[in-house]
């Protein structure tokens, strides 16, 4: 008897501890602190005052879309002289459409009109949390709607991502897969696998067992507050019936999202045109700044490839 209640004790201390650990980082994860629309903008004028001039310059229409979660997305629609092809940007978490636009204004050259817009609960879009791709990949499925109806359903549209933006667009296209091409720039294979990484490198929790305890109640915690779990953001499973060519790019020194991270979700990739470009000594989301003529040029020959 005494056994059976230390057992009972011991796995109602153990539940109540995951619930709080689950809570804690489901909150830190779903609800994190982002930038600024404001204050995204000044750091662009600072470190891409290039981009900032570009953007001064240019053809642009303010957007404001429904998703069909009920709240509002914001984006912003820069038009070429037609527009019978258009680069859609999908940011990372924390961040907001003026991250996105050294990315697209390399596809003004080329003829793209250009859509950057801010994801679910970032810039000056609604929406009460994140879900890494969950959700977003219905709403990025609104904005090429958008576009279609209204530029034509012929108009040819492309995708470029940025860390988790990219994960948004291969979930996208692991349901849709009715675009051009799409550019992964310093994605995750699944959000568990990235989870355990930041866990044992930022928060120093290096057993496997003790990873496992974190991500299970925190991803039982996250369906419960939000409806959604961690297993639902698996890129490297969305893409393997993906025939959309695609373009991976990563930094070899990537400290949030690990370059072999990259690597597998490319082998992953069973149909349709692949390339694959590493950029030496990048950390993440660094590739750009690092090596710009390099990822130009990539970028380039890959539009080339598929006739964009």
């Not at 005052?49 to 509002?72: F, L, M």
């Not at 679910?120 to 879900?131: I, M």
């Not at 991803?219 to 025939?243: D, H, M, Y």
């Amino acid at each position: 008897m005494k056994i059976l209640s230390m057992v009972c004790v011991t796995i109602i201390i153990v539940n109540i501890t995951g619930f709080v650990v689950g809570y804690y980082f489901s909150k830190r994860i779903t609800n994190p602190k982002t930038t600024s629309y404001e204050e995204h903008y000044n750091n662009e004028k600072t470190f891409h005052p290039d981009v900032i001039k570009t953007y001064e310059e240019i053809e642009k229409e303010e957007v404001s879309i429904d998703s069909v979660y009920g709240y509002k997305l914001h984006g912003i629609f820069f038009p070429n002289k037609t527009v019978d092809k258009v680069v859609i940007l999908s940011h990372g978490i924390t961040a907001n459409l003026w991250d996105m636009l050294k990315y697209g204004f390399l596809y003004i050259p080329r003829g793209f009109s250009i859509l950057a817009y801010d994801h679910r609960y970032h810039g000056l879009s609604g929406g009460k949390n994140t879900s890494l791709g969950y959700y977003e990949k219905d709403d990025l499925k609104s904005w090429i709607d958008w576009i279609r109806n209204k530029y034509g359903k012929n108009t040819k549209i492309g995708i470029h991502g940025e860390s988790m933006g990219s994960a948004i667009v291969v979930e996208y296209l692991g349901v849709y897969d009715d675009v051009e091409f799409a550019v992964d720039n310093c994605g995750f294979t699944s959000f568990v696998d990235e989870a355990k990484f930041l866990l044992k490198k930022y928060c120093h929790i290096k057993l496997n067992m003790l990873q496992s305890f974190v991500i299970f109640f925190t991803s039982k915690i996250t369906k419960l507050r939000c409806g959604w779990s961690f297993n639902q953001v698996e890129p490297i499973r969305a893409i393997k019936n993906v025939k959309t060519p695609m373009l991976f790019i990563h930094g070899d020194c990537d400290n949030i999202v690990p370059c072999e991270m990259c690597k597998a979700i490319f082998y992953a990739k069973q149909y349709g045109i692949r390339d694959k470009f590493e950029v030496k000594d990048a950390d993440h989301t660094d590739a750009l700044d690092k090596d710009k003529d390099g990822y130009i040029n990539h970028l380039n020959k890959f539009l080339d490839l598929v006739g964009m």
